[in-house]
């Protein structure tokens, strides 16, 4: 049996609390696994939570840009006091959104780089938030030898595309890929052994989603799409999804 992955999604987010016992049942009739992402410090405990509650959520916690003004240094001792069971170490990344002041960036880049070469030091796959951040982030990445990272969410141009394709990093796409002309056309230009697919829930989506909280149920929605997309056959694209997320996933 072949297994779905949705490669980044906010299971511990407050807005799934009252629904986790069904999403779980859900993936498991359904055969997917999450990778489970978390934002700072509360949300990596209830993640690890969610993991001691079900083998199918694959943990990864970190500090996610907007949070970056969170306890780094005891981060950095939830993560190396669970290293052996955490799957990742996301999401983190980098955001001007968030940003203020000189402090603010400087403050972000810190945190960021710390857990990067934290995950570097031990070989976790990195799930990077990438917005209007991404000419920086690759920039930085050059300094690391790190094999498994995956930009979530891809929105580059074409030519940052094909750098993070000489890169060797994961792209992923989401629900947006069903109904957006440029998300399809970056899907077509990647490397098929570098595509992963996610929700991102529980972010809301417009059009035949009719702006309802992602579910992991999307998730084959998007297989069928990308199918489509790169002219495979479902299970074509299903086999070739569970190798790049096993191989991501160091599984």
């Not at 079900?54 to 006091?81: T, W, Y």
């Not at 857990?115 to 000419?135: F, G, V, Y």
Request: hydrophobic share 35%; with cysteine; net charge neutral.
């Amino acid at each position: 049996m072949t297994w779905l992955f949705d490669s980044h999604i906010h299971l511990s987010d407050p807005a799934y609390k009252d629904e986790l016992n069904h999403i779980i049942k859900g993936m498991e009739k359904m055969k997917i696994k999450a990778c489970c992402v978390s934002m700072d410090y509360t949300s990596s405990k209830r993640t690890l939570e969610l993991y001691r509650q079900s083998k199918l959520v694959l943990p990864f916690i970190g500090i996610h840009p907007e949070c970056a003004n969170d306890d780094l240094e005891r981060m950095i001792s939830l993560i190396q006091d669970n290293m052996e069971i955490i799957s990742g170490i996301g999401e983190i990344g980098l955001d001007p959104t968030y940003i203020n002041s000189d402090i603010d960036k400087k403050n972000q880049n810190h945190v960021f780089t710390s857990l990067l070469s934290l995950a570097e030091k031990n070989q976790k796959p990195i799930s990077i938030h990438s917005r209007k951040s991404l000419e920086d982030i690759l920039e930085i990445l050059t300094s690391y030898k790190t094999k498994n990272v995956l930009l979530h969410w891809f929105d580059g141009n074409k030519k940052q595309l094909k750098r993070a394709m000489d890169m060797d990093l994961y792209v992923s796409f989401g629900p947006v890929v069903l109904y957006a002309n440029d998300k399809q056309s970056l899907l077509a230009k990647t490397d098929e052994d570098k595509i992963l697919v996610e929700t991102d829930g529980p972010v809301r989506f417009s059009r035949c989603f009719e702006m309802k909280q992602a579910q992991i149920g999307f998730i084959p929605s998007i297989v069928y799409c990308s199918s489509k997309i790169l002219n495979k056959q479902y299970n074509e694209m299903t086999i070739l999804l569970e190798q790049n997320s096993q191989k991501f996933l160091r599984i």
